[in-house]
């Protein structure tokens, strides 16, 4: 057991190395280049000032040596400043992902519960009008754009009912109390919730009907052990192993998949820094944000793989 | 007996071949932390030669490696250690010109008709496979070539269009007989051909293989563990026990005499017609050991009725018994011949 | 030889598996429904130029005369903030979707299968590799990656500064973006089906003759792998649909004028107050269509399950 841990530990910790050097050199891909800017904002900048900068910043030494160099401070967790704040990125990311755990948090176990309840029900009333009706609206979960999803709400609460927020992450000028924080994260938490339920019902559904095909549960069933009782001791908790590991695994995503609700409702969240730095050419910024964010998601594999070892006693690991 | 009629020349001839395979899944850090795997011996220094036109079989419970052999001589698996020839070139090499010419000429029939039949392809295409792979003949030559292999097989020309789930077990097992017939092969290895089938099927198809014998001059190495069938088609017997021959002889001489008490407990459980279920007489009893790990000495002593310290201890090796060179036993006690 | 007399009581040849699976399928109502609502999308796209040509109209001029005029004549649907009739540029943005989906799609199962079928082929150290690269691909924070690759500049990458803005270049650049991230789930399948295959007695039959690994794949791996491979790549079409969209609206897909769902959102999201129709349209097609891709290919899922199919 230590030992499986121990390697996929490392096995994470390779992947990770790797795409931080493939993610290196994809943003050095990107348009524009930040001496060019600096230039272009200061027009004293004359043609040695640009070289001598870059001799400054280390830019004109071979891409793979510059990688070692930002590796190497990386590991020291120095992840440079950011262009657009010219504050350390750790300093800026740190608030932004303590609201995007909220955020994300929060849909989750919203999406976690309406999944289970809707599936469940859809699985026990396997065929039938409920069935249809419950099945139709997980389809329209994953198949609704969550951009659009998130304008049509805005239109319908914020515009034509003003009932809430459209945007923002709080009134500004009023003093920050936790009801109207709290008004502008309702539409943010519904979209992304709607985001999530859809997938989550489809898989709970099909597990638990799954299950209830098993021998075991006919069994009880024939023994006449009482349906209620049933659903919960014998399907239910077979039906949650495969379940659990797809939400966990979500999890991971849903971090820097709240990148669009977050961008959509200008909440300063992780995925809308990872987004606006990507724009701005804040190249420190970008990579800390997404090495952050597949870290979280390697991290949530690796969760996902334990529960799955945990839950299901047939499966030994070596 | 062909055997004892003029030599006729060696098709082919294995010498001292082994056969391993690696167990267990070793990670990357077990293979850092250079854990040892595990290895199974599935055939053991095994020596054996088939003469054109005849039939060996090889006879023995199942994992005793018979298989193996098997797909190690039309070149499946690569021997690690001994050499295959054929026809007196060496096709040990699956990468050598010799074995890639020899694989037109050796050819296989495997046991499951069921699996050994591409779903997707209607019979004609897994008649003409074979003749496409080697090159045999234009399209309109293959076409012609599949319609006499089909009745060649007893199996009307419209079983071409078909595709394979729309025949029965031995009709399926005759398509297989009749992609193997394709290439015009000298020696065809039939692995379990009747094993899966109806008793009723059975005795059609071995007399489907004893006429296709006479009428192509083929050779067959006839994997089994079905003695009855043994008896109707071989020539020559090859017992295996734990990936080793423990005795090779003569059909009639090794059911009517057999020396080794492995061999002795087999043909007694043949089933006779009008002597009830079984002879009475020793059986053998307990498990085939793991090949993994083999036990000392004869392999077999842990079941032998004869079993003494020597058994135990060290490796009998096969011997000819008495004048009959052709019958030999690798038994420290073998029993005595007549 | 009794045996030999063939068997009349099994189906005809013709009638294949793929009979047996279009019977399944048609029983299927979601299914039927998503079919066809998928052909009138198909329909509906790319019959735009008919409809310019019927209706008098340039769906690419801007007449600022006539912005976000009013549904009714000429114009079924009004015109946007730039005068061009939204009716057309919806049927030309599905041309754009529909082709960004089925394109990508194929290219990601062409690739996933191509890796797929060399690991289970091959096995050993190249299955390793190839599977540690795809779980690592599958663990990657899919949309930030997107947006990044979609970042990139083409002339750095060599390209010519003409080619690389042009709308083909912005196509093709979805494609392969997708086609990037996409190709593991096949990848996956086709190594599963490629490894249960290569255990079957008709491939070793094969290799028997000395069959060359391409006929192997070719003639036994491939037509084996067939249905889960379709099944994949109809569920891919409308999760690419969606990238698409949603890289669009970003400003990071297919690039304004060439009408695309995705960007002709973009504009009619600061346009909600004065025109919250512009913002309805391109969305409700998004989601018809992928709706119905996805009602298809859980329908084509459901046929093809071996479960319930002969050997």
Known sequence: MTRYLVSRLIESVLVLLVMSAIIYGLIGLMPGDPIDLMAASNPTFTAADVERLRALYGLDTPLWQRYLNWLWSALHLDFGYSRQTQTPALTVMMPALQHTLVLAGLAFLLAVTLALTLGVIAALKQRTGIDSVINFFAFAGISVPVFWCALMLIIVFAVQLKWLPASGMYTIGAPREFWDTARYMVLPVITLTLAYTGGFTRYTRSSMVEVLRMDYIRTARAKGVPPRRMVIRHALRNALIPVVTVMALSFGTLLSGALITETMFAQRGLGKLIYDSILNNDYNMALMCLLFATAVTLLCNLVADLCYAWLDPRISIR | ?338 | MTDAVLDSSVPDAGRSVWALRWQRLRGNRPAMAGLLVLVLLVAFSFSAPLWEWVLGIDSLRADLFNRFAEPGGKHLLGTDEAGRDVLIRLMYGGQVSLMVGLTAAVSAAALGTLIGITAGYYGGMVDKVLMRITDGVIALPLLPLLIVFAAIDLRKLGFGGDFAVTPDAAFWRIVVIITIVQWTTVARLVRASTLAVLQREYVMAAQVQGAPARHIMLVHILPNAISPIIVACTLAMGQIILFESVLSFLGLGIQPPTASWGNMLTNAQEMIQQAPALAFYPGILIFVTVIAVNFFGDGLQEAFDPRSEPR
């Open chain 2, 1 to 338: 007996m062909p055997l004892d009629a003029a030599p006729t020349a060696t098709l082919l001839s294995a010498t001292g071949l082994s056969i391993t395979f690696d167990m267990g899944v070793g990670g990357l850090l077990a293979r850092l932390t250079g854990a040892k795997r595990q290895q199974l011996r599935a055939v053991n220094a095994v020596d054996l030669t088939i003469a054109s036109g005849e039939t060996l079989a090889l006879v023995g419970e199942s994992g005793c490696g018979k298989t193996t052999l098997g797909r190690a001589v039309v070149g499946l698996y690569r021997p690690t250690a001994g050499t295959i020839s054929w026809q007196g070139t060496d096709i040990t090499d699956l990468a050598s010109p010799a074995r890639k010419s020899s694989r037109r000429e050796i050819q296989m029939i495997f046991q499951d008709p069921y699996g050994s039949l591409n779903p997707r392809l209607p019979v004609s295409e897994v008649l003409k496979e074979p003749l496409r792979i080697h090159g045999i003949g234009n399209a309109a030559e293959q076409d012609a070539r599949a319609r006499t292999l089909i009745q060649q097989v007893g199996l009307p020309v419209d079983a071409l269009n078909r595709y394979p789930h729309q025949f029965s077990g031995g009709q399926r097992q005759r398509i297989a007989i009749a992609r193997a017939l394709g290439p015009m092969p000298k020696l065809i290895v039939a692995d379990e051909p009747l094993s899966a089938l109806d008793v009723s099927i059975q005795s059609q198809i071995l007399n489907l293989m004893a006429d296709l014998r006479t009428q192509h001059q083929l050779s067959y190495l006839l994997i089994s563990h079905d003695l009855g069938a043994v008896n109707h088609l071989a020539d020559r017997v090859a017992v295996m026990y734990l990936g080793r021959i423990v005795e090779i002889g003569p059909r009639d001489d090794l059911f009517s005499r057999p020396a080794h008490p492995y061999t002795q407990a087999l043909v007694e459980a043949i089933p006779r017609v009008g002597q009830g279920k079984r002879r009475r007489g020793r059986s053998i009893s307990g498990d085939v050991p793991s090949p993994i790990n083999p036990p000392t000495g004869c392999a077999f002593h842990p079941r032998c009725p004869k079993a003494q310290d020597i058994c135990k201890s060290d490796l009998p090796a096969l011997t000819a018994l008495g004048d009959l060179s052709h019958h030999a036993a690798a038994c420290h006690f073998p029993e005595r011949q007549p």
